[in-house]
Nanobody, 119 residues
Framework: EVQLVESGGGMVQPGGSLRLSCAAS????????IHWVRQAPGKGPDWVSG????????YYADSVKGRVTISRDNAKHTVYLQMSNLKPEDTALYYC????????????WGQGTQVTVSS
């Protein structure tokens, strides 16, 4: 069974930092690109970042570029999202997702981890 389990969310003040983790199981982790997608209350999904299967290429949304770093450890079957200088507009439920066959498609999702940025 394919599983993605996010952790590391929490409540932080503006300017703070968090590191999210996405632990994968049930598939050949090193063969898949992995992405982070967030969803704020009342809004649609918002792609945040992605990393290729071997970790050689990373992608970031303009809204987080310079504040977020995605990385992966294929030996541990885990993808990380290091977030710094967090802003209230970063508040959302953060999901990791396995890339599907089509561009921009995902075929497996985690349950999400909540990030709240508030003073």
């Amino acid at each position: 069974e394919v599983q993605l389990v996010e952790s590391g969310g929490g409540m932080v003040q503006p300017g703070g930092s968090l590191r999210l983790s996405c632990a994968a199981s049930g598939f050949t982790f090193s063969s898949y690109d992995i992405h982070w997608v967030r969803q704020a209350p009342g809004k649609g999904p918002d792609w945040v970042s992605g990393i290729t299967a071997a970790g050689g290429t990373t992608y970031y949304a303009d809204s987080v570029k310079g504040r977020v770093t995605i990385s992966r450890d294929n030996a541990k079957h885990t993808v990380y999202l290091q977030m710094s200088n967090l802003k209230p507009e970063d508040t959302a439920l953060y999901y990791c997702a396995r890339a599907g066959l089509g561009m921009g498609s995902y075929d497996a999702w985690g349950q999400g981890t909540q990030v709240t940025v508030s003073s």
